[in-house]
């Protein structure tokens, strides 16, 4: 019995950061490959700042409860970005739109 618990405890290893290649990314969430495939990766980010990362870009994957992140808030709100753009926003409103194109859009307006 005690041999059995030994072997259970001592064959579990937790989980490690690891730092891998985006291979997907969308509005939901990124696939990174590392030593292994970290699959539906929910990003995150420092608050207001939402980002969709470009396929081929270095993620670094840390586990939190079970699960893996790819550091930052939650993102939810890159539904209108492309790869590769950035949206600074703030709980106000006010909103910084960097775009592919090399235009800014700041509160909707194209600068």
Same mark, same amino acid.
Not at 27 to 36: G, I, P, Q
């Given at each position: 019995?005690?041999?059995? /618990? ?7 290893? !937790? *989980?490690? #950061?690891?730092?891998? /290649?985006?291979? @997907?990314?969308? *509005?939901? $969430?990124?696939?990174? &490959?590392? $030593?292994? !495939? ?5 990003? %995150?980010?420092?608050? +207001?700042?939402?980002? &969709?990362?470009? %396929?081929?870009?270095? $993620?670094?994957?840390?586990?939190? /409860?079970?699960? @893996?992140? #790819?550091? +930052? ?6 539904? #209108?970005? $492309?790869?590769? !753009? ?7 409103? *006010? !909103?910084?739109?960097?775009? &592919? /194109?090399?235009?800014?859009?700041? &509160? +909707?307006? %194209? @600068?």
């Amino acid at each position: 019995m005690w041999l059995l /618990d030994y072997i259970t405890k001592n064959s579990l290893k !937790e *989980a490690k #950061s690891a730092k891998g /290649d985006v291979t @997907f990314s969308d *509005a939901d $969430s990124v696939c990174v &490959n590392s $030593s292994l !495939e970290h699959r539906n990766v929910q990003m %995150v980010a420092p608050y +207001g700042i939402y980002y &969709n990362p470009p %396929v081929g870009q270095q $993620s670094v994957v840390l586990p939190v /409860d079970g699960a @893996f992140v #790819s550091l +930052g808030v939650v993102s939810n709100g890159t539904q #209108s970005l $492309s790869e590769g !753009e950035l949206k600074l926003c703030s709980k106000g409103g *006010a !909103e910084i739109v960097l775009k &592919n /194109d090399g235009t800014v859009l700041i &509160n +909707g307006k %194209v @600068f």
